[in-house]
């Protein structure tokens, strides 16, 4: 008992001896018998292993022959004679065979290929969604509307999509899902098909080879998504990410919920999805329990035997420097500062090297600190602060209190004419290039301020000087604003656009001023970036409602119907002016031309104009312009070169061409019914047109009205008659549809002469 006593009282240096000698003692023990059951465990995982990667071969092999059975089914049967037909056509001129047709396509996939839980086909034009299983159903929400357009509208032909896709009724739960346009590989696809495998395919497969308790397997795509599990509902999280990072290999081990797995994962070569397969090492480790126990069993005997020798032997050894210590301390009963004084010595100079170290990395990290103090500041975080607890909170970063304040927010565009120097992943950096630059020229124009990230890709600088400053040095900060600018876009050759505040000596009205320079910002979607545009006073409690202008919308695709350049152009202004009630969110304005586009296409569409037409045969996605674009006035002279320009002139050739055709109508009835009492309305009737529009319309096209031409051709019939028969002037008047006296000064009006002297003339000649 005094034995122990000492040791735990002891110096280190009697400790230090005892614990070497035990480690010297039992080490090499441990060793043998730890490496005895690490081989035999290896051994047994090593098996098992081996075993998994042929399990989890069989079930890749299995699925991946399914899938790409069910998939080259489902494209045999889009190449098929139905589908390869025209859509578009079959479903203007037969409705109903057209569905009916889909139905049966889609009820003949289903039967052959029972691994499909659902086969669908969505129309967008009309909403529907037709399926074998769930018969024809309306979707009606916007939001799947719109993400069934978009995925209309994307490049994928055919692709696989995993884990609930929730915008078709029924796919809510687990699995995969194939998706198709119609007609594949066509240029104006009309319609998605989907076809759904729900994950109980899986597992069934899966169900067949699990053989321990704890085992867990997991399917996951090639972004890590989890199509299905066995044994596991929840991905360990990291999982993925390790499988990615294991190279060569085969095995590896994982830790989840305090347990430890042996994780064989394989690639399919199919879909390069994962297949991963974990055991508890505990369940691999049954078969070498003995040698565990056995192993566990010698080591105690052998750290036993060990302590009571190395406690007997060190005893005898640390003996002579207990002698010395007891002639140092010279019968004192306090022990002798000997290695623990040494200790707390060396301890103490480290807690005095760390302390510097924390005081220098606070100084360098205050002016960190500082910013986002200030940034706080301007999102009003402190609005509710006492007085007293503000001034605090000032004087603790160094911020005076009774200044006069101005806030200007920088924001740039990556998209600039010329060369681009930076990318958009480089955001960051532009960040920090422009926050240093604005610092810098504080200092150099011997101003007071702070630069702040204000993490959005945007910089605030935040002006204090004394309010007794002369009014006159307004003139200076607009012109700081402006070096400012300068300086930052000729150095990263970016368009830069900063927004200028009013002024205050409130610190309470700060976030006033910061909202006031961020909306002076926004604004320059309305009047234009790469400039410094001030505040405009008494704006700066306006509550700003924004409505899109459908309006306006519906006019313009009229203008356009109807080929009037001059009033859609004008729409178009319109357009753009209604925008300012959305100045404080860009995006608004982004997606409102968004939709006007839409719009556009739509009437191009209608009219029988081809994108290809509007937008060349490079395929580029016009939605693309939209996002580059950062003015109104950018966005309105591409609509105008893109979409007006070319439905109007398209609009005109086609009106040109029907006008043709009416008007050469319109005279070959005149030729075939000049002998019955013709009217101007019965021809407009006939051509579907108003008397006035069709007279204005004749009038253009041949130069004369349409009486006058009528009377033409009359007159022409009527000579044509005096020479060749022997009809009296009467009959001929007749026919030729006049009466006797009208005829008579018709044809002396045109011809100079009575019908009876041109006649006689005639014989005479």
Not at 105 to 110: F, G, I, K, Q, V
Not at 179 to 199: D, H, T, V
Not at 417 to 438: C, P, S, T
Not at 467 to 487: G, H, T, V, W
């Amino acid at each position: 008992m005094n034995v122990w006593k000492r040791f735990f009282r002891s110096k280190t240096i009697f400790r230090n001896m005892v614990t070497l000698s035990l480690f010297a003692a039992i080490i090499p023990v441990l060793v043998v018998g730890i490496g005895s059951y690490l081989y035999s465990a290896s051994a047994v995982q090593s098996e098992v292993n081996q075993s998994n990667v042929r399990i989890l071969n069989n079930v890749s092999s299995t699925i991946d022959s399914t899938l790409d059975r069910l998939q080259n089914n489902a494209i045999q049967m889009l190449l098929g004679t139905f589908f390869s037909s025209n859509l578009v056509e079959l479903k203007s001129t037969n409705y109903a065979g057209f569905y009916s047709g889909i139905s049966r396509e889609l009820s003949a996939l289903m039967n052959g290929n029972k691994e499909a839980s659902d086969v669908a086909v969505y129309i967008p034009d009309e909403g529907y969604l037709i399926s074998p299983i769930y018969g024809g159903r309306r979707i009606e929400g916007t939001v799947e509307r719109e993400t069934l357009l978009k995925e209309l509208a994307s490049n994928d032909q055919l692709r696989w999509v995993s884990g609930p896709y929730t915008f078709i009724p029924g796919y809510n739960d687990n699995g995969i899902t194939l998706i198709a346009k119609l007609p594949l590989l066509g240029k104006q696809p009309i319609g998605l098909m989907f076809i759904r495998i729900n994950e109980e395919l899986f597992q069934n497969i899966m169900k067949r080879f699990i053989s321990y308790t704890g085992e867990q397997m997991f399917i996951l795509d090639e972004k890590g998504v989890l199509v299905t599990s066995m044994g596991g509902t929840e991905v360990p999280q990291g999982l993925f990410d390790r499988v990615a990072q294991k190279g060569s290999e085969q095995r590896f081990q994982f830790v989840f919920h305090d347990t430890e797995y042996m994780v064989t994962p394989i690639t399919s070569s199919l879909n390069q999805w994962q297949y991963i397969n974990m055991v508890p090492i505990d369940q691999l480790n049954a078969k070498s329990n003995g040698i565990k126990l056995i192993t566990l069993i010698i080591v105690l005997i052998c750290l036993v035997f060990g302590a009571i020798i190395t406690l007997w032997g060190t005893r005898r050894v640390y003996r002579p420097i207990q002698n010395l210590v007891a002639y140092v301390k010279d019968g004192q009963t306090d022990e002798v500062e000997t290695d623990e004084v040494g200790f707390v010595h060396k301890r103490w100079a480290e807690l005095s090297s760390t302390a510097n170290d924390m005081q220098q990395q606070l100084s360098d990290q205050l002016p960190m600190i500082r910013e986002i103090f200030a940034l706080q500041l301007l999102q009003g975080r402190f609005l509710y602060y006492s007085e007293d607890q503000l001034a605090a909170m000032l004087r603790r970063y160094n911020v005076p209190a009774h200044k006069e304040s101005i806030v200007m927010v920088i924001a740039f565009d990556l998209q600039s004419e010329g060369k681009v120097r930076f990318q958009e992943n480089d955001r960051e950096l532009i960040v920090f290039a422009v926050k240093n630059i604005a610092s810098e020229l504080l200092q150099t124009h011997a101003m007071e301020g702070i630069g702040i990230n204000l993490l959005n890709d945007q910089v605030a600088v935040w002006l204090y000087r004394d309010p007794l400053q002369s009014e006159d040095e307004e003139s200076d900060i607009k012109q700081f604003a402006e070096r400012l600018r300068l300086l930052v876009s000729d150095y990263l050759r970016l368009q830069v656009t900063i927004g200028l505040s009013g002024k205050s000596e409130q610190l309470r009205e700060l976030p006033e001023l910061y909202e006031e320079a961020l909306l002076a910002v926004r604004s320059r979607m309305i009047v234009g970036g790469n400039q410094v545009i001030a505040h405009t006073s008494g704006k700066r409690n306006v509550d700003m409602h924004y409505r899109y202008p459908l309006e306006i919308e519906t006019h313009f695709e009229n203008s356009l119907q109807l080929g009037d350049r001059d009033e859609a152009v004008r729409m178009m202004d319109e357009f753009a002016k209604s925008m300012g009630a959305a100045i404080q969110k860009p995006e608004l304005i982004q997606m409102s031309y968004y939709r006007l586009l839409t719009a556009a296409i739509r009437t191009a569409y209608m009219l029988g104009l081809d994108t290809v037409q509007l937008f060349g045969e490079s395929n580029e996605d016009p939605y693309l312009h939209i996002r580059n674009m950062s003015t109104t006035y950018e966005l309105n002279v591409w609509f105008k070169e893109q979409l007006v320009e070319p439905i109007v002139a398209y609009v005109h050739g086609k009106q040109h061409q029907e006008h043709e055709q009416l008007i050469a109508k319109v005279v070959r009835y005149m030729e075939e019914n000049y002998h019955f009492d013709l009217s101007l309305d019965q021809c407009a009737q006939i051509c579907g047109l108003s008397p006035q529009y069709l007279s204005k319309l004749f009038k253009k096209k041949k130069d004369v009205s349409f009486i006058e031409y009528l009377t033409k051709v009359r007159i022409e019939k009527s000579i044509e008659l005096l020479r060749t028969t022997d009809l009296s002037v009467s009959d001929v008047a007749e026919r030729v549809g006049y009466q006797m006296k009208n005829f008579i000064r018709v044809f002396k009006k045109h011809m100079g002469v009575t019908p009876g002297q041109f006649r006689g003339s005639d014989e005479e000649n």
